[in-house]
């Protein structure tokens, strides 16, 4: 069945630092990977996607993530967290392309310190 | 992207009762879809509301519980019948674009059951 698993359940960094949050799936076909971001109280934003093609791909808020296949991971990364970028992460992948079906992570919390 | 509005942004309401929630989006759109994320949990999916036709339901959702219109391409109702308090959660309708997978979501709408 497919699955995607966010092993970190929340995480804390200080302001300034790097960032990595993981994301591992688990879906026979190609997958098509997400990231979302909720801020408290809002909806999900879409921060980057993979469907194809370079493996690195780019978001907003000068987010990361890197697809390797090998490893079944698609982890999103942010050279310098700001202390906006507090909130929750969730990876999630599409299943069949016309289902539109996505697969939720249950979410990393990030907390940001000064 | 789609802009997408949710109404009401948050209720509480009384065991027993019905509510509406309703999904306007700012252009036409084939699928639209409606999500449910439970308290500290990860997104799960409702059923998936095409424009003229009858929605598909997840497994574990029935439409008694959760009748769901579409009666035109920009809008969308769930209802959330004879509530529990099990039902307190966020619900979230999002709409699919580039064969369904990348999908943009709304604010959400929080229900609290007491």
């Known amino acids: 069945a497919q699955s995607v698993t966010q092993p970190d359940i929340h995480i804390t960094v200080s302001e300034g630092a790097s960032l990595e949050l993981r994301c591992n799936y688990s879906y026979g076909a190609t997958p098509y990977l997400f990231w979302y971001v909720q801020s408290p109280g809002q909806g999900l934003q879409l921060l980057l996607k993979y469907f194809s093609g370079d493996t690195l791909v780019q978001g907003i808020k000068g987010f990361e993530a890197e697809f390797k296949r090998s490893q079944s991971s698609f982890n999103l990364r942010k050279p310098s967290v700001h202390w906006s970028d507090a909130a929750e992460y969730f990876c999630?992948?599409?299943?069949?392309?016309?289902?539109?079906?996505?697969?939720f992570g249950k979410g990393t919390k990030l907390s940001v310190k000064p | 992207s789609a802009v997408i509005s949710q109404k009401p942004s948050r209720d509480i309401c009384q065991r027993g009762t019905s509510l509406t929630i309703q999904c306007q989006v700012d252009?036409?759109?084939?699928?639209m879809f409606w999500y449910r994320q439970q308290p500290g949990q990860s997104l799960t999916l409702i059923a998936t509301?095409?424009?003229?036709?009858?929605?598909?339901?997840e497994s574990g959702f029935v439409i008694d519980k959760f009748p769901i219109s579409r009666p035109n391409l920009t809008f969308s109702t769930l209802t959330v019948s004879n509530m529990s308090p099990e039902d307190s959660s966020i619900y979230l309708c999002?709409?699919?674009?580039?064969?369904?997978?990348?999908?943009?979501f709304g604010p959400g709408t929080r229900l609290t059951v007491l």
């Open positions: 999002s709409v699919g674009t580039r064969g369904y997978n990348e999908q943009f």
């Open positions: 252009s036409q759109v084939t699928m």
């Open positions: 999630a992948v599409g299943v069949g392309r016309s289902q539109g079906n996505l697969i």
């Open positions: 509301a095409n424009q003229g036709s009858e929605a598909t339901y």
